[in-house]
């Protein structure tokens, strides 16, 4: 039994909040002190949580969807599945720059160089994700049984701050994206879990300052 595209809308709520997060980061620079070090901790903070969840994101996928898919591809959807891989591996690169220069904010006389480099990781995540919903997904709910995409989806809802994410994905959401991400949890694990994630996630907006 394979998987209805319909079931990745998690995949590409959480890909909207990716680009919602770097266009944060990029506006925070906007007016960030560099002189001053609770600003510059926040900020940092604020950018590992990103880069972290987009990491553990992109593990999952490497390990539950691609690999699996890609057993009964043919050649030309081989090609697409790869190119998400490869994907991956040039965001973690991309990534790797911008962590380089977030590390050493404060040494730094002003912040024209993590800008740029925010900037080509944005410009890749957005194409790394219109490909992915439009390429990717529909050759892996092809192929993949339910019970790997509720491994996928396992991994996601085991992290240690899962419930902080979820209210994450809902931060400047559209109302039908936050009905949609709240709607995946029981009702009777919603009631308990959609308040306590709101407070979490607005005290770690105050705690960065953003």
Not at 97 to 114: F, H, P, Q, W
Not at 171 to 197: F, H, K, N, Q
Request: net charge negative; glycine share 4%.
């Amino acid at each position: 039994m394979t998987v209805a595209p319909t079931k990745f809308r998690m995949n590409m709520f959480m890909h909207r909040a990716f680009l919602r997060e770097i266009d944060r980061l990029l506006s925070r620079l906007g007016n960030l002190d560099m002189n001053d070090s609770e600003q510059v901790a926040g900020f940092q903070r604020r950018w590992r949580f990103f880069t972290e969840t987009l990491a553990a994101h992109h593990a999952a996928e490497d390990q539950y969807l691609w690999p699996i898919a890609e057993r009964s591809a043919d050649a030309e959807e081989q090609v697409v599945l790869h190119a998400m891989a490869a994907e991956h591996t040039a965001l973690e690169e991309a990534s790797q720059s911008v962590e380089a220069t977030v590390s050493v904010l404060m040494e730094r006389e002003d912040t024209k160089g993590i800008t740029a480099a925010l900037s080509d990781l944005a410009g890749l995540l957005a194409g790394h994700c219109l490909h992915e919903e439009h390429a990717g997904v529909p050759i892996v709910a092809k192929y993949i049984s339910q019970e790997d995409f509720d491994s996928f989806m396992a991994t996601s809802r085991n992290r240690s701050n899962a419930d902080l994410i979820l209210a994450w994905v809902c931060d400047g959401a559209p109302p039908e994206i936050i009905s949609g991400t709240w709607s995946m949890l029981p009702a009777p694990m919603r009631v308990m879990v959609r308040p306590r994630a709101n407070r979490k996630y607005r005290r770690f907006v105050t705690e960065c300052g953003f």
